[in-house]
Each structure stands twice: as structure tokens, then as C-alpha cells.
């Protein structure tokens, strides 16, 4: 068995973690809002259109904010076809994902499906195809008190109070070549400032994401980055965008479990970028990193799962996953969780159906297995991340060099101590010790294991539940220090009590 000792002291701290890194994303894309969160037809719908069991699952998730409408989807959309007497809504041919947009769901169903789910709404700004004044006139539509024309309007569609979205994205991925309106960074700097200082005069108390690079594959990472803080700067700029889909194509597991070095390596980039404009400006403010889109995603891509081909709701995306998917979507959010300092917001893309951890049918849902990886961290929410001193084997890969066979995050919160471990080793168990140096462990109150023998395993129609969480045993404390074994290739969250 291999040994892994974490070393903590409750004093030295990385940061709050913020809630809103538990974020989700639903584009209008694929069966995400149409048959996903909107199904108004089905017996188990409620008024909004919402099914009682798709609630239920995502209730359970833990998701605190929501970014809509896309995505590359936002690049095309008018969000005025969106509002109004639903009968009256123009159908349209969506150009992003090739698709028909009914368009009857819109700003106000969103914004209610997050007021009922508990989460903060977050709009992605049309500056492919919209213009900067079309921005400007949503944050009337949606945040301003009556009086106005877009605000009376609002009042009109049934909401006379003011919807309050507090974060707006400037964009989406405007350095793809794939984007809809896609232009240089500095034709984006001029069009994201237009609008930025429009939509801040309309309600100065929102925040803004301005358009990162796409992924770091991209021409344009880093340098995009560092142009766009300096043009908007950090008044304009509250937040800068990370968005990041990993796989497993070339069936190279050791590899794939690897994949947190490229994620903290992401992150510390930008980072390093948004310190860096900060210096040249010579300013005390700085923009943050908003990590709004991320997941696992290599399956379901590109033709046929990405051209709807005129159709209204089509599968698309339909990205099924497995065990091994659900440790990387845990290593994300670990990641977040050790850069607590920088990284702000963060939404898994996306929630329904499209590559998303709950999949629905006509009678049921599913919970793949990212869905428990995400809970089981969700669910430990809430405090301050903490600096690790870790010492374990690692093993070698081509690609990220060295990885140790652990990768963690630990968070304390008053007399709670929250610990996530997640052992490489495909083979070898491992005899894990947390060590606390200010403050003795003293209790279990609570942890889940995620382990299976094939890191192939699914969650199907016919077999729901073969990778879902489960209680952890094997946990010994003795003289203030916690024991535990975790079984090859798994996943362990727990709180503890400190004296
Ligand atoms: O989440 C799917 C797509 O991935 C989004 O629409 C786009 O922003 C990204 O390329």
C-alpha cells in the first residue's frame, strides 16, 4: 500500500472559497433548456415548465449561480425575441448550433427557474452579432426600476420588480474562429468597452466577465488575456473568463488522472497575467478569474453532434460518462478550491444533457457519475481553503511530467476541517494521513467514497446507479490524526471535527 501524509495548520490560509464555484451553465443548446429545464407538457411539470424530478436532482446537486443563455449560443441571440406574450415570440433558425429556437424561453423564465432553484442568475451578452447598445438595454430590461422603457416592459411580461442579475459576461469565446461576430482582441476591447461602461452606467453595482482566451490549445492564450485586462482594465473587467473541456481520447488513463497539473497550470497562467496588467497599470485593483466553462468533453463532439440540421431540440452534445470522468471533474473543482484566492466563479458546462451530470428521459432521470463527484464537494461548501504540505510517491507521464498519486484540497470553517483526497494509483491502495498541526482532529462527522473497480463504469438507463457515492469506512483518528484508506483510483470527501 502506498502511504500520503497532508500536513495543515488551520492558521495558514489560501482564501475563501467562494459558493459561486459551484456554478452551472444551460445554453440553449442540444435538449438543455427544451426537454431538460423546460418541458412544459410533461405531467411532471410544474406552471414554469420545470419537472419535479429534474428539480429534485438539481436541487441536489448544490449549483449556487447559473450562467445563460450560451455559450456560442449568446453570440447570435437577440434576447428581445425572448420576452413578451409567448405566442407572439418569433421562431428562428439558431445559427450557433444550427438548430430552431422557439424562443419560448426567455430572461424571465430564467431568471425564476433561479430564484426557485436557489441560484444566482448570471446573462452572457450578445457582441458577436448584438450590439453594445442591445447590451445596455437588457441590464435596463432586467435591473432597473420601473420608469423606463425596457424596465416597463419588464413590467409588462408580469415582473414590475427588477429582476437583479448581478454578473454579466461580456461575450463568449470571441478569439474562436468558430464564434459568430469572432474578431481580433482589439476589435473585441472596443466593442466589450462600449458596452461594459454602458452597462455599468445603466447599474453600477453588476459585475462583468470579459472574454478570455478560449483553452489554452488556442494561438491566443494568455497574450488575448493579458491585452483584454489592459484595454478594459479592472473597473471594466471584474472578472476575466477561463474555459477548459478535457478527455480521455487516446485511452491513456495514468495520463488523463494527470490532468490537474494543466488545470492549476491554467489557472496560475491567467493569474500570473491578470498580476501582471495590474503592475503595468500601477493599480491595487486587479481582475479575478471566472473558470465559466469546464468539464469533461471529447465524446459527443463536432458533426452530428453539434449540428442540430434545422431541427427544434435536438440530441446533441449527449456526452455519457464514466468513472474515471468523475475523478477529473473532482480535480477541477480541488483545483479551484487550492487557487481560492483567484478563482471566483466557476461553472460546470453544462447541467442538462448536454455533457452534463443529469441526463433526462421521458419518464425519468439519470445522475451520471460526475453528478456525485460534483455533490460530494458541493455539498462541503463553505470556509476558508487551506495551504497543504503533501508528501506522497507520484508516477511518471508524458505529458505533465511527475504526478503524485494524491491530489487534494482542504478547507477549514470554524471547528470543521473539509478534506478531499482522490488516489491516482489504478492498483495500489493508499494509507493516507492528515495531519493538523494548530489543532487536533478529533471526530468523523461525515464522509462519502467514490470508487469503482473499472474506470469504464457508466451509469445507464438499466443500471442507474453503478457508480454513485458511498459512505467512507476505513477512518481511524488517534492523537489528533486522521487515518485513512483509500481504495486504488477513488475518491474520498470529509469533514472533520477539530478541538
Ligand atoms: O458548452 C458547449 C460550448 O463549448 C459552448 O457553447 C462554447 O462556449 C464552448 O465552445
Known amino acids: 500500500m502506498g502511504k500520503a501524509t497532508v500536513n495543515l495548520d488551520t492558521k495558514f490560509r489560501i482564501g475563501t472559497v467562494d459558493d459561486r464555484i459551484f456554478g452551472g451553465f444551460l445554453e440553449h443548446l442540444g435538449r438543455c433548456i427544451y426537454n431538460g429545464v423546460y418541458e412544459p407538457n410533461h405531467q411532471l411539470s410544474d406552471n414554469d415548465g420545470l419537472r419535479s424530478d429534474v428539480r429534485e436532482a438539481l436541487d441536489d446537486l448544490g449549483v449556487t449561480i447559473a450562467r445563460y443563455p450560451g455559450g456560442n449560443f449568446a453570440s447570435g441571440y437577440h434576447w428581445e425575441n425572448g420576452v413578451g406574450e409567448r405566442d407572439q415570440r418569433p421562431t428562428v433558425r439558431e445559427l450557433a448550433w444550427q438548430s430552431t429556437e422557439t424562443n419560448h424561453f426567455g430572461t424571465n423564465e430564467f431568471v425564476h427557474l433561479c430564484r426557485k432553484l436557489n441560484w444566482q442568475p448570471m446573462l452572457a451578452v450578445n457582441l458577436g452579432t448584438g450590439s453594445p ?17 425596457y424596465s416597463d416592459q419588464r413590467a409588462r411580461n408580469g415582473d414590475a420588480e427588477p429582476l437583479r442579475v448581478p454578473i454579466w459576461c461580456l461575450g463568449n469565446e470571441m478569439d474562436g474562429p468558430w464564434q459568430l461576430g469572432h474578431v481580433p482582441v482589439d476589435e473585441y476591447c472596443n466593442r466589450a468597452r462600449m458596452a461594459a461602461q454602458m452597462m455599468k452606467v445603466c447599474d453600477p453595482s453588476i459585475e462583468l466577465v470579459a472574454c478570455g482566451s478560449s483553452a489554452p490549445q488556442m494561438s491566443t492564450f494568455v497574450e488575448w488575456d493579458q491585452r483584454v485586462m489592459q484595454r478594459l482594465g479592472a473597473d471594466l473587467a471584474d472578472y476575466v473568463s477561463l474555459h477548459r473541456y478535457v478527455g480521455n481520447p487516446g485511452g491513456d488513463s495514468e495520463e488523463y488522472l494527470g490532468t490537474s497539473k494543466e488545470i492549476d497550470q491554467q489557472i496560475e497562467s491567467i493569474d500570473a497575467a491578470a498580476r501582471t496588467v495590474a503592475a503595468q497599470q500601477n493599480s491595487t485593483r486587479r481582475t479575478y478569474l471566472c473558470f465559466d466553462e469546464w468539464n469533461v468533453w471529447y465524446r459527443a463532439r463536432g458533426g452530428e453532434h453539434s449540428d442540430g440540421a434545422g431541427r427544434f431540440a435536438p440530441a446533441l452534445l449527449d456526452e455519457t460518462y464514466n468513472f474515471e ?19 471566483k466563479i466557476a461553472n460546470i458546462a453544462q447541467l442538462v444533457n448536454v455533457i452534463a451530470p443529469i441526463k433526462t428521459n421521458s419518464d425519468s432521470v439519470l445522475k451520471q457519475s460526475i453528478y456525485y463527484a460534483f455533490q460530494m464537494i458541493s455539498s462541503r461548501k463553505g470556509g476558508e481553503a487551506l495551504q497543504q504540505s503533501i508528501s506522497c510517491d507520484s508516477y511518471s507521464t508524458k505529458s505533465h511530467g511527475e504526478v503524485p498519486y494524491l491530489d487534494s484540497a482542504a478547507i477549514v470553517n470554524g ?43 457508466e451509469n445507464t438507463w438499466e443500471k442507474p446507479n453503478e457508480v454513485s457515492s458511498s459512505e467512507l469506512g476505513n477512518v481511524a483518528i488517534k492523537d489528533g490524526e486522521v487515518r485513512i484508506e483509500l481504495p486504488p483510483q477513488s475518491f474520498a470527501a470529509l469533514s472533520l471535527r477539530l478541538g
Open 415 to 457: 471547528d470543521e476541517l473539509k478534506l478531499f483526497a482522490i488516489n491516482r494509483n489504478l492498483t495500489e491502495a493508499m494509507d493516507l494521513t492528515i495531519a493538523c498541526a494548530d489543532r487536533p482532529c478529533t471526530a468523523l462527522k461525515d464522509g462519502e467514497l467514490l470508487s469503482h473497480s473499472d474506470l469504464k463504469a
Open 133 to 149: 447598445e442591445e447590451a445596455r438595454n437588457w441590464v435596463e430590461y432586467c435591473n432597473s426600476v420601473t420608469g423606463t422603457y
Open 325 to 343: 470522468d468523475a475523478l477529473v471533474v473532482a480535480m477541477f473543482l480541488l483545483s479551484f478550491i487550492r487557487h481560492a484566492d483567484v478563482v
